[in-house]
Nanobody, 120 residues
Framework: QVQLVESGGGLVQPGGSLRLSCVASGSIISINAMGWYRQVPGKERESVAR???????NYADSVKGRFTISRDNAKNTAYLQMNSLEPEDAAVYYC??????????????WGQGTQVTVSS
């Protein structure tokens, strides 16, 4: 069994910063890519940032220059540093992993989500 656990969400004022963490644990052989998505009520989940096992990254246009994704392969952990937060960034943020799991092969997993609220 594989689990993704996010942390770091919360309430922040516009212009502030937050750092999200996502730890993958369980029967993992290797992780191909990890990413962050976000969703607000009534809208589809959207990709925010993604990082491969070699460190290649891509970002949604709306967060380029403000958000930075990184990962610690030894700890199976991904981070999302969010700076200059705007009210439009408020959402539930989900961690996603594309990985190889024992006895299951290549699988995709989601975390439970962490709420980010941007408000004065």
């Amino acid at each position: 069994q594989v689990q993704l656990v996010e942390s770091g969400g919360g309430l922040v004022q516009p212009g502030g910063s937050l750092r999200l963490s996502c730890v993958a644990s369980g029967s993992i052989i290797s992780i191909n890519a990890m990413g962050w998505y976000r969703q607000v009520p009534g809208k589809e989940r959207e990709s925010v940032a993604r990082i491969t096992s070699t460190g290649s990254t891509n970002y949604a246009d709306s967060v380029k220059g403000r958000f930075t994704i990184s990962r610690d392969n030894a700890k199976n952990t991904a981070y999302l540093q969010m700076n200059s937060l705007e009210p439009e960034d408020a959402a539930v943020y989900y961690c996603h992993a594309d990985l190889w799991a024992y006895m299951r092969g290549r699988m995709e997993y989601w975390g439970q989500g962490t709420q980010v609220t941007v408000s004065s």
